[in-house]
């Protein structure tokens, strides 16, 4: 069968049973549309878990990174992890117990204020926007370079597919969508690096493969060392940034992800407290099988991808265009790869330094030139090789292809390439409904229920909850269709803003039952301030790198905004009278499990 | 509440907080210590065709988290029983 025919099938396969499970699973309640009645057991709430928290960026990106960065993708691997130890310790049992819908919930009863509330509403709201633009953007790429439909088409076909889906049956419908996700998302991934890691190494599993020994006597590690030094690119095993950055990039991410509102939510849809604490075991064993494998698939990935291009012949370094594979072209064409000769010989070559003024191709239209490459309007002038390197860079590889292509480049079976194009999919959707069903609810209950109109009836509010459903669909729709040029910015702002304010003041909301309102709100504002302003002046209003406060980049500076925002809450909280004794009450019985019922409304 | 319930109870908490010190130490040792602060140090002792250091930022640390969430659940359902206030 040809590989259109069967990917329309593999994705259209996976929207029926997708569908399927919606019409089954329609939400009758606010309690069922926002934590799924309370009753989904462990497992299936981990797997659930695991779909919503492995989105595009972990399915598609997370290798190339890997692979293009070495060592320090570790920040990644370990700080998108590790959060799940905190989760799992701090917030997520202790949360069931509190036994309401939403984030905004606990800080607003916690710390007895409308204005903590509405904060958490608005981090809320922003974190969560600013996630599913990048998911829909993905839909749009697989639909682009698999289905052939133009990007726009593709990110409206994903709307639709959330909308049916998210807006009939809330968290219940979702979260059993997401298990069928999770199936076809971790098939997605293993299946191709099974196959790479037997290619290349004999070795069943990819986490064993890549340590392996291959026929030239040197490992997998050694040989991408030396290809990598080659090349004037740095080691593959060594890292390249600053320790202290690294240290607070994985902080922070950790923090991030444990303060993320569409993850922490998922641990109020378990009949028990018991039961939060194996969901998030559960969960992390669902998505370590997926992040263990990513050092894998970097791994034999770059190795492919050098070889490839460049030839293992090191006398005859480069291949003719002529003579490229396919999957080069159909990316090429999809403009995520961008080849220009430089020396003149009809030769592709591949090594360190960037290829193009500015760094990606601009591509001139349809326009071809001399081999039948698509021209670029930003060509170097007489390019000299970065240091270290062999010869002048001639490819532009964008990382996100990593994951997509390899497959192809592989050279594995066409039902593959077809399986990871919904694999693809659905690591995108099964995230984008899950953050669509935050938004709707931190409209519907958290600003309309408990702040403006606490009058309105439960059909009401499910009713508002559908229609802020839609207008968010119809907002992530237009990030999709017209991306912002920032869009790896503000995924980093997403875990800034939880890591340095609704990490700490959860926590502090457990844990220090003396914290009180003037402590919570000051350590928020500091915390939210200094992140969001770090960040916009290095990002946004051309903050020389010399100025970076001890060469925090951006990324990693969310978990000085955490710290900061401890040392203020605790600081003003000793300064102000103690929060009431109803207050202190709640915290004594979150801290004991008995008693938690199921999740309940005011 | 009853006096007896509340000293049950305050009892119980520094349990729970001496468990969470324990296994959150060794996360930290794991990831901080042993994954970023040492690294080239672990990176000069191979481990099964891998530089340690490399490992356990890349896989070692995962497959830590993972046993000790399960091993905190172990210990605060035992917990919850001894004390009395399990589900």
């Not at chain 1, 080659?230 to 922070?252: N, Q, V």
């Not at chain 2, 896989?59 to 035992?78: H, P």
Request: net charge negative; with cysteine.
């Amino acid at each position: 069968m040809s590989l259109d025919l069967l990917t329309y099938l593999f994705i259209g396969g996976s929207f029926a049973l997708y569908i399927g499970i919606a019409i089954w699973a329609r939400a009758g309640s606010t309690k069922e549309f926002y934590v799924a009645g309370g009753g989904v057991p462990p497992i299936a709430n981990g797997m659930a878990t695991a779909a919503d928290w492995m989105s595009a960026a972990s399915f598609i990106s997370l290798a190339g990174l890997v692979s293009f960065i070495g060592r320090d993708g570790a920040a990644y691997l370990m700080g998108w992890t590790g959060g799940y130890v905190l989760l799992a310790m701090l917030l997520a049992p202790y949360l069931r117990k509190f036994g309401k819908f939403t984030v905004p919930d606990f800080v607003g009863d916690r710390y007895y204020s409308t204005f903590a509330r509405i904060v958490a509403v608005v981090c809320t709201i922003v974190i969560s926007f600013t996630y599913v633009a990048g998911q829909m953007r993905g839909v749009g790429i697989v639909f682009s370079r698999y289905l052939h439909v133009d990007i726009n088409t593709g990110v409206i076909v994903g709307m639709a597919i959330v909308f049916f889906y998210a807006v009939l049956g809330g968290m219940k419908g979702i979260t059993y969508t997401q298990v069928a996700q999770y199936c076809v998302l971790i098939l997605a991934f293993m299946v191709p690096a099974i196959f790479m890691s037997m290619q290349i190494t004999g070795h069943f599993l990819p986490q064993l493969g890549l340590g392996a020994t291959l026929d030239s006597g040197m490992s997998v590690l050694a040989t991408l060392d030396k290809l990598s030094v080659d090349l004037g690119f740095a080691e593959y095993t060594a890292g390249k940034k600053s320790t202290i950055d690294i240290f607070c990039l994985t902080a922070a991410l950790m923090a991030g992800t444990a303060g993320l509102p569409h993850v922490i939510v998922r641990f109020f849809t378990v009949p028990r407290v018991k039961d939060a604490r194996t969901s998030a075991g559960w969960a992390l064993i669902f998505i370590a099988i997926l992040y263990t494998t990513v050092p894998g698939v970097a791994g034999f990935g770059r190795v492919n991808l050098i070889q490839t291009i460049n030839g293992t012949d090191e006398a005859n370094v480069g291949t003719e265009y002529a003579k490229m594979p396919g999957w080069f072209k159909n990316w090429e064409n999809a403009g995520l790869l961008g080849w220009h000769d430089y020396n003149g010989d009809g030769k592709v070559q591949y090594s360190a330094g960037a290829a193009f003024a500015g760094g990606k191709p601009a591509f001139d239209g349809d326009a071809r030139g001399a081999y039948g490459e698509r021209a670029v309007t930003n060509a170097l002038t007489n390019p000299a090789p970065a240091a270290g390197a062999p010869f002048a860079n001639e490819v532009y590889v964008d990382r996100d292809i990593m994951v997509l292509a390899n497959p192809e480049i592989a050279q594995l079976p066409n039902w593959v390439i077809a399986l990871v194009a919904a694999g693809a999919v659905a690591a995108a959707l099964s995230t984008a409904a899950g953050l669509l069903l935050v938004i709707s609810t931190a409209i519907a209950h958290d600003l309309m229920k408990t702040c403006i109109n606490p009058d309105i009836t439960e059909k009401q509010e499910l009713m508002y909850a559908r229609i802020a459903a839609i207008v968010a669909i119809c907002i992530a729709g237009y990030f999709g269709i017209n991306p912002p040029g920032f869009v790896a910015q503000v995924v980093a702002l997403a875990f800034g803003l939880a890591s340095s304010s609704v990490f700490p003041v959860i926590v502090m909301g457990i844990f220090n039952s003396r914290m009180n309102k003037e402590g919570a709100i000051a350590g928020m504002i500091v915390g939210l301030g200094s992140t969001m302003a770090y960040m916009i002046y290095f990002t946004f209003m051309g903050g020389s790198k010399d100025d970076l406060f001890l060469g925090i980049s951006t990324g990693g500076f969310g978990f000085v905004g955490m710290i900061l925002n401890f040392i203020v809450a605790y600081v003003v909280s000793m300064m102000t009278p103690p929060p009431p004794a109803e207050i202190q009450e709640i915290v004594e019985n979150i801290r004991v499990p008995r008693g938690a019922g199921v999740a309940h409304a005011h | 509440m009853s006096t007896s319930s509340q000293d049950n109870a305050s009892a119980y908490w520094a349990e729970n907080l001496r468990i969470i010190m324990t296994y959150l130490s060794i996360w930290f040792v794991v990831s901080f210590v042993g994954g970023i602060l040492f690294v080239d140090q672990l990176n000069a002792i191979p481990f099964f065709g891998f530089p340690l250091g490399f490992w356990i930022d890349q896989q070692g640390a995962i497959f830590i988290y993972v046993a000790l969430i399960w091993m905190y659940a172990y210990s605060m359902n035992k917990l919850d029983e001894k004390y009395d206030v399990h589900e």
